[in-house]
């Protein structure tokens, strides 16, 4: 004897399916079969994958291939590619390519039809990235933390977000020339005649031009040079001279300065905004961590921090963070509050797109580096990362940096738009203060002393910016004012005009 069937239970939720519309794939192929300038309207965002019906989706990739050839597209030709297509065939065959060209639209109406079928297309799609989301978070991987899996969901979601915009592809010459004009113009109208996003350096920002959009920046030094200071100070400075307007068509137009995204792989973010703190209010830092504070100074600490609440910069100090990981929250800050620079510091604390560590460093740091210029040109901001150099530059005498110095990889010069050395040379000479040697005359030493220590008084709290490759200007070198107590970098006016020449 059977079983008697369960009895459904009117109050349970009904299935559903996902989201689709035959109807306006129905109406915006019959457009394209009646008039294959419809094509134009849709190519540029629209793809076969995006039909919720696979035999509709062939007949546009039909469609397609034969615009491509210069062919007319109706159903008379399509018989030709798809008459063999067992879908179509149950559908009816030549028959349903008739009713199709019969149901036509518009072609004033066919875009809409487009954008309603690939918003339906995106619908499924966030559909199936919940349900993979769901599946992946009930099993349990240890190679596929819960971390990794938000930041690849975050990604998968962020191509959704960007997927249909039109990308890459020929561009005129005349709008190639007419944005080279725009940022000319902006450059003029500016106060210090930038075009790229300000250092607040002024010898720096005469040479660089300021910091320019899409393009990426090394700074590189030893350690104890300052170039987690510098990174810093520009940082600041560029998060300082943020300013917008609103433009006659309504957007918000950033006019000067940045909003600056900074990654802080080596330094927590309370010890960067403490250094800033303390360099804004030249309050020793050490002081402050301390407490060691008198009640004027104290005061003093309030009213700064006060006035930079507002600073359009934010710290990301999450330790070994992979470039997939920078991509992803440089991406989510763009769309939430705008992104007009990013700071890294410091490249060799970057992991590479696996998220682990590879055996081959050499090959890792390429791929690093290859990804924040891809980042930088995708988002069109500029991206300063620092970097370490290698100790054969405490090999030589002369100890300023070179290329060859850059640690682990040569693709770093090679992706690099701009690669700038910071080089103190007050820190060399206050470890090597000379000795008297044996059998050495006392009017001999005295002489040297004194070449020594004179040498040490021009070069005390100042520094050098060794700009030694860069794609869009020349190179040279720019003296910078450094106070040590403060971490803070300014400009020298003793030295200003003056450039350094590169040997």
Same mark, same amino acid.
């Given at each position: 004897?059977?079983?008697?069937?369960?009895?459904?239970?009117?109050?349970?939720?009904?299935?559903?399916?996902?989201?689709?519309?035959?109807?306006?794939?129905?109406?915006?192929?019959?457009?394209?079969?009646?008039?294959?300038?419809?094509?134009?309207?849709?190519?540029?965002?629209?793809?076969?994958?995006?039909?919720?019906?696979?035999?509709?989706?062939?007949?546009?990739?039909?469609?397609?291939?034969?615009?491509?050839?210069?062919?007319?597209?109706?159903?008379?030709?399509?018989?030709?590619?798809?008459?063999?297509?067992?879908?179509?065939?149950?559908?009816?065959?030549?028959?349903?390519?008739?009713?199709?060209?019969?149901?036509?639209?518009?072609?004033?109406?066919?875009?809409?039809?487009?954008?309603?079928?690939?918003?339906?297309?995106?619908?499924?799609?966030?559909?199936?990235?919940?349900?993979?989301?769901?599946?992946?978070?009930?099993?349990?991987?240890?190679?596929?933390?819960?971390?990794?899996?938000?930041?690849?969901?975050?990604?998968?979601?962020?191509?959704?977000?960007?997927?249909?915009?039109?990308?890459?592809?020929?561009?005129?010459?005349?709008?190639?020339?007419?944005? +080279? %004009?725009?940022?000319? *113009?902006?450059?003029?109208?500016?106060?210090? $005649? #930038?075009?790229? =996003?300000?250092?607040? @350096?002024?010898?720096?920002?005469?040479?660089?031009?300021?910091?320019?959009?899409?393009?990426?920046?090394?700074?590189?030094?030893?350690?104890?040079?300052?170039?987690?200071?510098?990174?810093?100070?520009?940082?600041?400075?560029?998060?300082?001279?943020?300013?917008?307007?609103?433009?006659?068509?309504?957007?918000?137009?950033?006019?000067?300065?940045?909003?600056?995204?900074?990654?802080?792989?080596?330094?927590?973010?309370?010890?960067?905004?403490?250094?800033?703190?303390?360099?804004?209010?030249?309050?020793?830092?050490? +002081? %402050?961590?301390?407490? *060691?504070?008198?009640?004027?100074?104290?005061? $003093? #600490?309030?009213? =700064?921090?006060?006035? @930079?609440?507002?600073?359009?910069?934010?710290?990301?100090?999450?330790?070994?963070?992979?470039?997939?990981?920078?991509?992803?929250?440089?991406?989510?800050?763009?769309?939430?509050?705008?992104?007009?620079?990013?700071?890294?510091?410091?490249?060799?604390?970057?992991?590479?797109?696996?998220?682990?560590?590879?055996?081959?460093?050499?090959?890792?740091?390429?791929?690093?580096?290859?990804?924040?210029?891809?980042?930088?040109?995708?988002?069109?901001?500029?991206?300063?990362?620092?970097?370490?150099?290698?100790?054969?530059?405490?090999?030589?005498?002369?100890?300023?940096?070179?290329?060859?110095?850059?640690?682990?990889?040569?693709?770093?010069?090679?992706?690099?738009?701009?690669?700038?050395?910071?080089?103190?040379?007050?820190?060399?000479?206050?470890?090597?203060?000379?000795?008297?040697?044996?059998?050495?005359?006392?009017?001999?030493?005295?002489?040297?002393?004194?070449?020594?220590?004179?040498?040490?008084?021009?070069?005390?709290?100042?520094?050098?910016?060794?700009?030694?490759?860069?794609?869009?200007?020349?190179?040279?070198?720019?003296?910078?004012?450094?106070?040590?107590?403060?971490?803070?970098?300014?400009?020298?006016?003793?030295?200003?005009?003056?450039?350094?020449?590169?040997?």
């Amino acid at each position: 004897m059977l079983s008697p069937l369960p009895i459904p239970d009117p109050s349970a939720a009904p299935e559903r399916t996902p989201p689709h519309n035959y109807e306006a794939e129905q109406a915006l192929l019959g457009a394209i079969l009646a008039n294959n300038r419809t094509l134009e309207r849709v190519t540029e965002f629209l793809r076969p994958e995006h039909f919720a019906d696979p035999v509709h989706g062939r007949i546009y990739d039909a469609c397609l291939s034969l615009a491509a050839r210069n062919q007319i597209a109706n159903p008379v030709t399509l018989k030709t590619y798809l008459g063999s297509d067992a879908g179509l065939m149950e559908m009816g065959g030549d028959a349903y390519l008739a009713r199709l060209a019969a149901a036509a639209v518009t072609i004033i109406n066919a875009e809409d039809y487009g954008r309603l079928i690939f918003d339906l297309h995106l619908r499924r799609e966030l559909i199936t990235v919940g349900e993979d989301m769901v599946n992946e978070a009930f099993d349990p991987d240890i190679d596929n933390p819960a971390v990794g899996q938000i930041e690849m969901a975050e990604k998968r979601l962020f191509d959704l977000a960007t997927a249909g915009q039109a990308e890459g592809g020929f561009k005129p010459f005349k709008t190639s020339l007419l944005n +080279a %004009i725009e940022l000319a *113009e902006a450059a003029h109208k500016r106060e210090g $005649k #930038l075009s790229g =996003v300000t250092t607040g @350096l002024r010898d720096m920002d005469k040479k660089l031009g300021g910091l320019h959009r899409s393009d990426l920046l090394i700074l590189a030094g030893r350690p104890s040079m300052g170039k987690t200071a510098l990174a810093t100070n520009m940082a600041f400075n560029a998060a300082k001279a943020y300013r917008t307007e609103i433009s006659p068509t309504g957007e918000k137009k950033v006019t000067e300065g940045a909003v600056v995204a900074f990654f802080s792989l080596e330094m927590s973010a309370d010890q960067l905004a403490g250094r800033i703190l303390a360099e804004r209010c030249e309050i020793n830092s050490h +002081a %402050i961590r301390q407490g *060691e504070l008198n009640p004027s100074e104290f005061e $003093k #600490l309030v009213v =700064v921090a006060q006035e @930079l609440h507002e600073l359009p910069l934010y710290i990301d100090d999450t330790p070994a963070l992979s470039v997939s990981a920078v991509r992803t929250r440089c991406r989510r800050l763009a769309r939430t509050h705008g992104l007009g620079m990013i700071v890294i510091d410091y490249l060799q604390l970057l992991q590479g797109t696996t998220g682990k560590r590879s055996e081959n460093r050499v090959q890792e740091i390429s791929d690093i580096t290859r990804s924040l210029k891809a980042l930088a040109k995708e988002l069109q901001v500029p991206v300063l990362a620092l970097s370490q150099l290698s100790r054969a530059v405490e090999q030589r005498e002369d100890k300023r940096p070179q290329l060859a110095d850059l640690r682990e990889s040569g693709s770093i010069e090679q992706d690099a738009d701009v690669v700038m050395f910071v080089y103190r040379e007050q820190y060399y000479l206050e470890r090597a203060e000379p000795g008297r040697r044996p059998e050495e005359a006392e009017d001999k030493f005295n002489q040297r002393y004194e070449d020594w220590h004179k040498r040490l008084a021009e070069v005390t709290n100042t520094a050098e910016a060794i700009i030694a490759k860069q794609r869009h200007g020349p190179v040279g070198a720019v003296r910078l004012f450094f106070d040590g107590q403060y971490t803070r970098f300014g400009d020298l006016d003793n030295w200003h005009g003056t450039e350094i020449p590169m040997e």
